[in-house]
């Protein structure tokens, strides 16, 4: 599929004809605009003459899917994977901080906290997702002529998750009711067993560990906290390189995607419906078991480009197997030094040059006529180029003189794949 846009810049309806594509860009009637999805503009006045184009979108925490279709054809289809690294990231960036400012400022005098959260402040790991689905959505309308954008959202209960017999004034009785306080109930729900040797040591003195303090989080919420005995509790163990450092239990249970779903869910319809309700275009939401009763019922598989086909309102469209792999990745790494001190008090610069032999880090290349992307490159000119689900070329790197530049770097990486029929 050609996408099309006229001399104005405004998307028409796209083409299969290849031959006429060809000697339009040939004659200079027409140029490219984009590489992948392949788009060209129209150098010449021409008929707007545009279909009614459906948008189906499956909003999610991990990925998202989209599928735009008419009644009876699959216009375009997409897959995206989100970043996940966010929380990480701040996480990181507010201890290097926190020690910058103990051996810079060590004597400042405190300041008052007048910083004030503007109205409708999402989280930055959310804010992010917001903003690459609505990032989706734009791309989209640039190049189909969209005339109804459905959204598939989640309203997840996650109290019923954790009680399904839950009701009435429960609601409204958190976790803890009936415990003295998070310490009883942290042994209680592990059946006051060390969640690290599994009783193995003997020792009957129990510790409330705070497991995930060494990314930063020393909350004290219950999914925070972990039942550890007096053995393994040793502060010895809390140190780097020891093997409490890092480690994750296996039977705390992670509510982030359904806790976002519900943060996320209005905050992306409303946005999408002040952006695209004013151009003429109708912005509707729909649930997650209307999705699933549609693909069941139609016999199609579970993907979720699938499913934003079945969320459009066009389950039967054709498609030709076309779809587009799309993974947001960082823009810049801007940790600028490693942490270790070397002797002088110098650092170690973290930031890897900005081209190595011509190419940067997310550049597209072709090596034995397929394209890849680049996500490593080593100052002897030895590249790590792949497809983005990681799949490498071989076992060690390539060549920079065996590539040829395609495209340059994009903060979305996308890749077109033919699906099996």
């Not at 209960?157 to 009785?173: L, T």
């Not at 163990?237 to 509510?255: A, M, Q, V």
């Not at 002040?274 to 579970?302: A, C, H, Q, S, W």
Request: proline share 3%; glycine share 6%.
């Amino acid at each position: 599929m050609v996408y099309v846009l006229n001399n104005d810049g405004q998307p028409i309806m796209p083409t299969k004809n290849h031959a006429k594509v060809r000697i339009l860009l040939k004659t200079g009637r027409a140029k490219v605009i984009k590489r992948c999805p392949f788009t060209i503009q129209l150098q010449y006045r021409s008929t707007n003459y545009t279909q009614e184009v459906n948008l189906g979108v499956d909003a999610g925490s991990k990925t998202i899917g989209v599928s735009a279709t008419t009644k009876t054809k699959v216009l375009y289809e997409s897959e995206i994977t989100l970043r996940n690294d966010i929380a990480e990231l701040l996480s990181t960036r507010r201890e290097l901080r926190r020690s910058r400012r103990n051996r810079k400022t060590r004597y400042r005098k405190p300041r008052f906290d007048n910083r004030r959260r503007k109205e409708g402040w999402l989280a930055p790991s959310v804010q992010n997702k917001v903003d690459t689905h609505l990032t989706v959505l734009r791309k989209v309308n640039e190049i189909l002529p969209v005339s109804k954008i459905v959204v598939e959202v989640a309203a997840f209960d996650i109290q019923k998750i954790k009680n399904p017999s839950i009701g009435g004034v429960e609601y409204q009785q958190g976790e803890l009711l009936d415990f003295a306080n998070l310490r009883e109930y942290c042994f209680w729900r592990d059946n006051y067993t060390c969640q690290w040797c599994k009783g193995k040591s003997k020792n009957k003195i129990l510790h409330m560990h705070h497991w995930n303090y060494w990314r930063g989080d020393h909350t004290d919420k219950p999914s925070s906290v972990i039942t550890l005995c007096d053995t393994c509790n040793d502060s010895k163990n809390h140190k780097p390189d020891s093997f409490l450092w890092g480690w994750e239990p296996k039977i705390t249970r992670s509510y982030k995607d359904a806790t976002f779903m519900g943060i996320m869910r209005w905050s992306f319809y409303n946005k999408a419906k002040e952006i695209y309700v004013p151009k003429g275009t109708e912005v509707k939401l729909t649930y997650g078991y209307i999705t699933k009763n549609t693909r069941i019922k139609n016999g199609l598989p579970k993907e979720h480009y699938v499913d934003a086909r079945c969320i459009s309102g066009n389950p039967s469209a054709v498609s030709d197997g076309t779809v587009y792999y799309q993974k947001k990745v960082r823009c810049h790494n801007r940790q600028i030094h490693k942490n270790t001190i070397l002797k002088g008090g110098y650092r170690k610069v973290n930031q890897a040059a900005k081209y190595v032999k011509g190419y940067k880090l997310f550049d597209k290349v072709k090596y034995k006529s397929k394209e890849y992307t680049v996500f490593g490159r080593r100052i002897t000119g030895y590249f790590d180029i792949r497809t983005l689900d990681g799949k490498k070329v071989n076992k060690g790197s390539i060549s920079y003189k065996k590539l040829k530049f395609i495209e340059n770097q994009n903060s979305y990486l996308i890749e077109r794949r033919k699906e099996p029929a």
